[in-house]
């Protein structure tokens, strides 16, 4: 069974750092992402990393402020959240993909995790 779970989600002040985690089992995936949303909006991209090269991707959005990296060994892949802003508010979503390249598109991805909650409050 392919099983993808989210952790460290919680409740962060303006500016503060929080740092997820995604433990992929069941199957290893040429690359996985994340992706968030936000109430009242669709999903979307925040970034993805794959898994032989490590190359990565970022939505504008996050660029300079989170890092996406990757344990092959553990099968995980972590999200650095840092300077924080309210409108990161949302729940954040792991996902595998079979594509070699860090796909920035959600129907590239065939497994997903059930989300964490991030609050960003101002």
């Known amino acids: 069974q392919v099983q993808l779970v989210e952790s460290g989600g919680g409740l962060v002040q303006a500016g503060k750092s929080l740092r997820l985690s995604c433990a992929a089992s069941?199957?290893?995936?040429?690359?996985m992402g994340w992706f968030r949303q936000a109430v009242g909006k669709e999903r979307a991209f925040v970034s993805a990393?794959?898994?032989?090269?490590?190359?990565?991707n970022y939505a504008d959005s996050v660029k300079g402020r989170f890092t996406i990296s990757r344990d092959n060994a553990k099968n995980t892949v972590d999200l650095q959240m840092n300077s924080l802003k309210p409108e990161d508010t949302a729940v954040y979503y792991c996902?595998?993909?079979?594509?070699?390249?860090?796909?920035?598109?959600?129907?590239?991805?065939?497994?997903w995790g059930r989300g964490t909650q991030v609050t960003v409050s101002s």
């Open positions: 069941g199957r290893t995936f040429n690359s």
């Open positions: 990393i794959t898994r032989l090269s490590g190359s990565t």
């Open positions: 996902a595998g993909s079979p594509t070699f390249y860090p796909s920035s598109y959600s129907n590239e991805y065939d497994y």
